[in-house]
């Protein structure tokens, strides 16, 4: 089975969520139509913006503990480094 640890964010530069998953599509779904009560609805935070999977469960866990716990800065990085005009990744999925 493949997990992914991904980033949402509200726009450019906005406000970030970290969350992890073994269903990128259904999941990023749940955010973008605020099916689930919450950080994500109570913000608007519906874009994809960063992803990475693998194969382990606690290898995704471990990464989003990690990211969670980054500075801002890092997470702008990391999103910036593949992701530089913040495009929502979400349709690439589909």
Request: charged share 25%; hydrophobic share 40%; no cysteine.
């Amino acid at each position: 089975m493949t997990y992914f640890v991904y980033i949402m964010a509200s726009q450019q530069n906005g406000t970030l969520y970290v969350g992890v998953t073994n269903d990128l599509v259904r999941r990023v779904f749940e955010h973008k139509s605020d099916a689930v009560d919450g950080f994500t609805k109570r913000y608007k935070v519906h874009m994809l913006v960063w992803f990475e999977s693998t194969s382990s469960i606690e290898a995704a866990i471990l990464r989003e503990k990690q990211l969670k716990n980054w500075r801002r800065s890092w997470k702008l990085n990391l999103i910036e480094k593949d992701n530089p005009d913040w495009n929502d990744l979400y349709d690439g999925l589909l």
